[in-house]
């Protein structure tokens, strides 16, 4: 198969409508293959012009401007997420089965096809007098891979062999996953560098408000997940998107539910008014970072957990038992 923006019905056996695959284009994601995509992140661009980096380099020092950003399964996904930015079946009156899956792509496919995209992204700061040379030529040899975008990644029958494969390559991973399908995390053969799982509400009523499940007993699998994680070696992140007026309240319920999961770090995270996500709730439901920082101090109290750190610009707090955060780069 020819992989990049390569993209037609018949690649995507015609599943999904043409018009979102326009509309992923206009908003510069680079299709791979039949269902996997890289974007260029945010902070992709302000760590080569701007010498900014985002808030995971600060916290576990993955070089922004070496880090991938990628999905195995940009149209698939388990829940209706109201604050997720990607593009949902029923956004514009455009609707497709988000868990009838494809014929999966082989991993070493998706990755050479990633790589590929990532440096025709690149391409574009190649003699930019704004852009750190020095980061540019380094960016040119990505180090490490966020397999999160858009989409649930553990849907990908071959995860365990994308991460692999990454590794070889010498990719650091980080897994980003919303917990519904601990059947693929508790097959994985080889772990990633780190592992997020999302978590957004604090009970079930809430879970279903909040993120709307495509399957059944989406809140019961979640919560199998959150009693697999002690289990990992890797570290473990349970990240919490926030919305004011929607799931931003009480850190106590919050705290039981984590406990059982005994992550390596916590980060409560505000919702960002970016994306597909527009349609669904107001600007109004962005929090502050001082409000995502009094809740993260509420939940450090519950839990035990020290505040390691925080990043106002991406307004997030970083919390854990440990006294500083372990670097993986």
Partial sequence: MSLGNTWTSETLQPLVPNEILRMLK???????????????????????????????????????????????????????CRFCWRAQSGD????????????????????EGCVKEQLKILSGYKGNPKANSKKYREALTPKHAAISLTGEPTL??????????????GFTT???????????LSRLGEEPTQLYISVSAFDKKMFTQVCRPHIPEAWKKLNETLSLLP?????????LTLARHLNLKHPELYARLIEKANPTYVEPKAY??????????????????????????????????????EAQESRVVLLSRLEKPIKLA
């Fill in 272 to 309: 960002m008014h970016v994306g597909f996500s527009r349609l669904r709730l107001g600007f109004k439901n962005m929090p502050t970072h001082q409000e995502i920082r009094d809740f993260a101090a509420r939940l450090a109290e519950e839990m035990g957990y020290n505040i390691l750190d």
């Fill in 92 to 111: 514009h009156g455009l609707k497709w089965e988000e868990t009838q899956l494809p014929n999966w792509d082989a991993p070493e496919d998706i990755i």
């Fill in 231 to 239: 289990s990992f070696k890797c570290p473990t992140v349970i990240r």
């Fill in 156 to 169: 990908y029958s071959h995860l365990d062999s994308l991460i692999q494969g990454f590794h070889r390559r």
């Fill in 26 to 80: 206009n908003q510069k994601y680079h299709l791979v293959g039949s269902h996997s995509a890289v974007k260029r992140c945010r902070w992709l661009y302000e760590a080569l012009v701007h010498d900014r980096s985002c808030y995971k380099q600060k916290f576990y020092g993955i070089k922004s401007h070496q880090c991938l950003q990628m999905t195995p399964a940009v149209f698939y996904c388990t829940l209706r």
């Fill in 174 to 184: 980080f897994l980003v996953s919303n917990g519904t399908v601990p059947e693929t």
